[in-house]
């Protein structure tokens, strides 16, 4: 009984870390694909175009890393 409950406080741990990283590597998607779309425009001049085709490509990105990592999560619940 203490073996289950023991497993069961590691892997509620192991999901609030997985969890807690998804939201800093769901900003860092969104900065990293702002600014490399920030340097593109100040690169070629066409100011606003880059910026904002980066910025939702790096929003998309942070979207996906969250449904893969919650997908992952809820697999591991089941077992």
Not at 6 to 12: E, I, L, T, V
């Amino acid at each position: 009984m203490r073996a289950d409950r023991k497993n069961d406080k590691a892997s509620d741990l192991g999901a609030l870390g997985a969890l807690s990283t998804v939201g800093i590597a769901f900003v860092l998607a969104v900065v990293i694909g702002a600014t490399i779309g920030y340097w593109l425009d100040r690169l070629t001049g066409l100011s606003p175009l880059f910026f904002i085709l980066f910025f939702f490509l790096g929003l998309a990105a942070g979207i996906v890393n969250v449904v893969r990592t919650a997908g992952a999560l809820g697999s591991r619940k089941k077992r």
